[in-house]
Structures are given as C-alpha cells and as structure tokens.
C-alpha cells in the first residue's frame, strides 16, 4: 500500500524512509526524550536501519516523518499504530527531535495526522499514553482536544523509579466538534 503524505501549513508529513536513520539515531540519543517518552531500551545503529527501512511496508500502521515545507530534514515522527479497521481505532505516538521542540510542530502533526485518521481513514477513536511526568506533552494533548480516560499506574520507568501512563484519547465527533466551519 502506498503510504501517503499529508501538507499542512508548515508542514510535511512523509512517510519514514530509510534515509532518516542519522536522523533517527540522533533522536534516541537524547536521554530526556527518552525519558519523556518512556524509552528504556537501548538500540543498536543495525536496528534503527532496519526500522527506517521497514516503514514503508509495514502493515496496520503509519510511520510519519514530521518535515517542514521546503526543508526535507527530519525533525522528528509521528505516528499511527495498530490501526484496527473493525473496531475503527488507532494509537499514536509522537516524539520530536530536541531543537524542535516547543515551536508548534507537534501540534500541527497531531491534526495532520488526527484529520487523516478520522476522515482519511474513517476511524472513530484515536487513543495514546503520555507519561504523567511529561506535562508538556499533557497540555499539549488536552488542548487539541485529547481527554483523559484513566491511568496506569506505575506502568513505565523514570529512571529507578517509575511513573504512570496516562490514558488519552479523541472520539471522532469530538474531533469534528473542535474543527472551524
């Protein structure tokens, strides 16, 4: 299946290529990020070429690279996972590279990607996990329109401790219910 490409007003969704592993590498070398993020496992450079590589094949998901109009640096992905077109649902996950957070790249990626999952792909509920420690990601979460469905607690590590996951999702007349016009 051809993997799409999404426009947005600053950016470019494509799909992960094989080409964006430097990239990628750099992203899952930056502790905090992990940490946000709830990464712990450590990756070799063999594996993250072979995921890059894999992207464009892989079945029930969507592997955005998050691009910017004019500029084909990879500045961080987006993605959209488990795509289960029975129950119409989806999980999603972001991670952005450090220099670009914190300047509305990840907001636009979430409607990007939001837009293309509700009327793209005709799902109706989107869920994701954000780890409680991460109150950027929360804010940002809840004010495109993401609520709250629970916690799990203890369900990820913060470096010898741990910390909760929690549960966020968005209903697809939620979504329309939020869009202008």
Not at 55 to 75: I, K, N, P, Q
Not at 134 to 141: D, P, Q
Request: aromatic share 8%; charged share 30%; net charge negative.
């Amino acid at each position: 299946m051809q993997k799409p490409t999404l426009q947005g007003e600053m950016l470019v969704l494509r799909p992960v290529r094989a080409d964006d592993a430097d990239a990628m590498w750099d992203m899952l070398d930056d502790a905090e990020g992990n940490r946000l993020t709830g990464t712990v496992r450590a990756f070799s450079r063999a594996e993250v070429d072979a995921w890059c590589a894999s992207r464009e094949l892989a079945e029930g998901r969507f592997d955005f690279a998050v691009t910017s109009h004019g500029d084909d640096e990879y500045r961080g992905e987006i993605v959209l996972n488990d795509v289960d077109e029975d129950l119409r649902s989806a999980g999603m996950r972001l991670a952005m590279r450090p220099a670009y957070r914190g300047r509305g790249y990840g907001t636009e990626a979430i409607e990007l990607v939001l837009g293309f999952a509700f009327d793209g792909l005709d799902l109706h509920r989107v869920e994701l996990d954000v780890l409680s420690i991460n109150t950027r990601a929360l804010s940002l979460y809840e004010n495109i329109g993401f609520r709250q469905e629970g916690r799990r607690r203890d369900a990820y590590r913060d470096g010898a401790g741990w910390c909760d996951a929690v549960v966020m999702s968005m209903l697809e007349d939620e979504f329309r219910a939020g869009r202008p016009g």
